[in-house]
């Protein structure tokens, strides 16, 4: 773990906030300790509820670097990755990720509480829909 890198994700979540949007900022480190690129949440000002850092990141990542150098990696963030942007990084190919603030702390900060549940309902039409997807995944 890395200190510096976590204080530059902290940093990172303050100029988010100060442009106007959620408090969120993070970096990827490269292999050999080089910041490979830096991204701050923007979704307010960009209209974009995923336009989270770790999203972005991993989306740049995904374009920009090859499967071993991605593997490398480390991603410092301000806070837990979110559910959503947790399942992209599972799927991202990077290393790891070291973040300051828990899910659990950063609940604890808000005043207002979290986003409300969404009613889920399934599973339904296994039969059809297991056709798309059979023999997909090895």
């Not at 949440?41 to 336009?51: E, P, Q, V």
């Not at 991603?75 to 990077?94: Q, V």
């Not at 790891?96 to 950063?106: D, H």
Request: hydrophobic share 40%; net charge negative; proline share 7%.
């Amino acid at each position: 773990m890395n200190d510096q890198h976590l204080r530059r994700a902290v940093a990172l979540a303050a100029e988010a906030r100060a442009g106007g949007n959620p408090p969120f900022g993070s970096l990827l480190v490269g292999p050999d300790g080089t910041v490979l690129a830096e991204e701050r949440n923007s979704s307010l000002t960009d209209d974009d509820i995923t336009a989270h850092p770790e999203l972005k990141l991993a989306r740049w990542a995904a374009r920009e670097l090859d499967a071993e150098t991605a593997a490398g990696t480390t991603m410092y963030t301000s806070c837990e990755p979110c559910g959503m942007c947790a399942g992209a990084l599972a799927r991202s190919g990077l290393g790891r990720v070291v973040f300051a603030l828990s899910t659990e702390q950063l609940n604890s900060l808000k005043t207002s509480g979290g986003f409300p549940e969404v009613p889920t309902e399934g599973p339904a039409l296994f039969d059809e829909a297991r056709v798309p997807v059979e023999g997909y995944y090895p």
